[in-house]
């Protein structure tokens, strides 16, 4: 295995926990190598617009496993998230987050045990965001099937690695019943795989209540890339703090370990942050490079400080605190108690190197993929004359309906046009037509022709005979 790891000190107060990290893992002895790389706000500041150079990425793809503190992206247009570009460079399929309870001394709940495993590369996150005309933004929402079942497979995999007993799918797919829909019907086929597992589904936000007030009753959530990160963040903060919470990025080939919150810069330098969160997801990296009792070991050393009541300012509590410590201070404690067994938590730690998990896609696609119309958003005023003119434009791809912000208004009027443009779809006219994409070009410069201003064009596919795209509200 190797032991060389890359390390970003981040921003705010990452340089501050990355450095009582090291100190940690160095006197358990974990063997590690480390190879520092600069990424973040001065990289950005240099002029870098994604936050990292191009000889960075060559020392993290050699390493293959990153460890990362906060980083800071500067405000204004034109930055994107380095967390999210690291993600997908790196095919970082799934994002593992933990929640544990330590009560009494942090949290208010006895037996919260959940993991969330994220989708990590898809959905809004993938950044596919337009601004159609001056008072409409489109943001898409990307799914695929292979996206699906490999973060569903990982799921199922991690809960029987784990010995866990239930696996709860979370979408939204009352609503969004092709993207959720896809995800949730990739679930239900793959569940039965996996009979020693229960399985259940839930929509997103009675799961997020249930989460915030019986955390218990959950155990392993698969879910899609921002649910996921809003459930996890609420995991967190009921588990006790995001302060205490680590991750793990996981792909095929790489690897990235970082806290879940973030750089908090308003505290930076002040040696008051809590190491906490970095350190548990360098638990996560040891026992993804096999070095168990290396991570066993700091593991109970951290539940010990934790139990003996001393806290850094965030944990700290009056009732259930004995001394507030600095990030320096706790530092110590944990390496004090390295060899001292816990009298009141229970560990929980688990020795499968259970990030390590070998996926194969097994579901076929073999679906029969028809183009049979196309969705034209044009910025218009809505009016019949235009209508009449719309109808009569072509005779292979006829006017089927109008909507605006996703609701029918023509041809049953349930509510006034509000939005600046309207989606304008047309269907081929008879079954029998076999329509190309010349078609759908004729009818885009008879448009043009008309003098409208369109904004965007989207083909419509069946795939065996079923519609690949959603109905308008009210159609």
Same mark, same amino acid.
């Given at each position: 295995?190797?032991?060389?790891?890359?390390?970003?000190?981040?921003?705010? +107060?990452?340089?501050?926990?990355?450095?009582?990290?090291?100190?940690?893992?160095?006197?358990?002895?974990?063997?590690?190598?480390?190879?520092?790389?600069?990424?973040?706000?001065?990289?950005?500041?240099?002029?870098?617009?994604?936050?990292?150079?191009?000889?960075?990425?060559?020392?993290?793809?050699?390493?293959?496993?990153?460890?990362?503190?906060?980083?800071?992206?500067?405000?204004?247009?034109?930055?994107?998230?380095?967390?999210?570009?690291?993600?997908?460079?790196?095919?970082?399929?799934?994002?593992?987050?933990?929640?544990?309870?330590?009560?009494?001394?942090?949290?208010?709940?006895?037996?919260?045990?959940?993991? +969330?495993?994220?989708?990590?590369?898809?959905?809004?996150?993938?950044?596919?965001?337009?601004?159609?005309?001056?008072?409409?933004?489109?943001?898409?929402?990307?799914?695929?099937?292979?996206?699906?079942?490999?973060?569903?497979?990982?799921?199922?995999?991690?809960?029987?690695?784990?010995?866990?007993?239930?696996?709860?799918?979370?979408?939204?797919?009352?609503?969004?019943?092709?993207?959720?829909?896809?995800?949730?019907?990739?679930?239900?086929?793959?569940?039965?795989?996996?009979?020693?597992?229960?399985?259940?589904?839930?929509?997103?936000? +009675?799961?997020?209540?249930?989460?915030?007030?019986?955390?218990?009753?959950?155990?392993?959530?698969?879910?899609?890339?921002?649910?996921?990160?809003?459930?996890?963040?609420?995991?967190?903060?009921?588990?006790?703090?995001?302060?205490?919470?680590?991750?793990?990025? +996981?792909?095929?080939?790489?690897?990235?370990?970082?806290?879940?919150?973030?750089?908090?810069?308003?505290?930076?330098?002040?040696?008051? /942050?809590?190491?906490?969160?970095?350190?548990?997801?360098?638990?996560?990296?040891?026992?993804?490079?096999?070095?168990?009792?290396?991570?066993?070991?700091?593991?109970?050393?951290?539940?010990?400080?934790?139990?003996?009541?001393?806290?850094?300012?965030?944990?700290?509590?009056?009732?259930?605190?004995?001394?507030?410590?600095?990030?320096?201070?706790?530092?110590?404690?944990?390496?004090?108690?390295?060899?001292?067994?816990?009298?009141?938590?229970?560990?929980?730690?688990?020795? /499968?190197?259970?990030?390590? &998990?070998?996926?194969?896609?097994?579901?076929?696609?073999?679906?029969?993929?028809?183009?049979?119309?196309?969705?034209?958003? $044009?910025?218009?005023?809505?009016?019949?004359?235009?209508?009449?003119?719309?109808?009569?434009?072509?005779? $292979?791809?006829?006017?089927?309906?109008?909507?605006?912000?996703?609701? !029918?208004?023509?041809?049953?009027?349930?509510?006034?046009?509000? !939005?600046?443009?309207?989606?304008?779809?047309? !269907?081929?006219?008879?079954?029998?037509?076999?329509?190309?994409?010349?078609?759908?070009?004729?009818?885009?410069?008879? &448009?043009?022709?008309?003098?409208?201003?369109?904004?965007?064009?989207?083909?419509?596919?069946?795939?065996?005979?079923? &519609?690949?795209?959603?109905?308008?509200?009210?159609?």
């Amino acid at each position: 295995m190797n032991n060389r790891i890359t390390v970003a000190y981040g921003d705010g +107060i990452g340089p501050e926990i990355m450095e009582s990290v090291l100190q940690i893992l160095s006197h358990a002895k974990t063997g590690l190598e480390v190879e520092t790389i600069e990424i973040g706000e001065k990289i950005y500041n240099k002029g870098f617009s994604s936050g990292i150079s191009d000889d960075v990425w060559e020392v993290i793809k050699r390493n293959k496993v990153l460890l990362k503190a906060p980083i800071t992206t500067p405000l204004g247009k034109g930055y994107k998230s380095l967390n999210v570009t690291f993600r997908r460079t790196l095919e970082l399929f799934a994002n593992i987050r933990p929640s544990l309870s330590y009560y009494p001394f942090v949290g208010k709940f006895k037996n919260m045990d959940v993991v +969330i495993v994220r989708e990590n590369e898809e959905d809004l996150y993938s950044g596919i965001e337009y601004r159609f005309t001056q008072n409409a933004n489109i943001a898409m929402k990307l799914i695929s099937t292979s996206g699906c079942e490999k973060i569903i497979r990982y799921a199922f995999e991690y809960a029987r690695i784990n010995k866990r007993n239930k696996v709860t799918c979370v979408t939204k797919s009352n609503i969004l019943k092709i993207t959720d829909g896809c995800f949730q019907e990739i679930f239900l086929k793959i569940a039965p795989e996996y009979p020693d597992i229960k399985a259940e589904h839930m929509l997103v936000d +009675i799961a997020s209540a249930k989460l915030a007030n019986n955390p218990e009753n959950f155990d392993v959530i698969v879910t899609l890339n921002l649910y996921g990160d809003i459930m996890s963040d609420i995991a967190s903060e009921v588990s006790g703090s995001v302060g205490l919470a680590g991750s793990a990025n +996981i792909g095929k080939e790489y690897a990235m370990f970082e806290a879940v919150h973030g750089s908090a810069p308003d505290i930076a330098g002040k040696d008051i /942050a809590n190491p906490s969160g970095l350190l548990n997801s360098a638990i996560m990296m040891l026992k993804h490079l096999g070095k168990n009792h290396e991570a066993e070991m700091i593991y109970n050393a951290w539940l010990k400080t934790i139990e003996e009541g001393l806290h850094t300012a965030d944990m700290f509590n009056s009732e259930k605190s004995t001394k507030k410590l600095s990030t320096s201070e706790f530092t110590q404690a944990v390496i004090h108690n390295f060899n001292n067994k816990l009298s009141l938590l229970i560990s929980k730690f688990q020795s /499968a190197t259970n990030e390590r &998990i070998l996926i194969k896609e097994t579901l076929n696609n073999n679906e029969k993929s028809e183009l049979i119309g196309v969705d034209i958003f $044009i910025k218009t005023q809505f009016t019949p004359e235009l209508i009449a003119k719309l109808q009569k434009l072509d005779d $292979i791809l006829k006017l089927h309906m109008v909507s605006n912000r996703g609701l !029918l208004i023509w041809p049953k009027v349930l509510r006034n046009a509000e !939005l600046d443009f309207s989606r304008f779809r047309f !269907l081929k006219a008879k079954k029998e037509y076999r329509i190309s994409q010349s078609n759908v070009l004729e009818l885009y410069k008879k &448009i043009v022709e008309l003098d409208l201003d369109i904004v965007s064009i989207i083909n419509l596919f069946s795939y065996d005979d079923n &519609i690949g795209f959603s109905l308008a509200q009210g159609e």
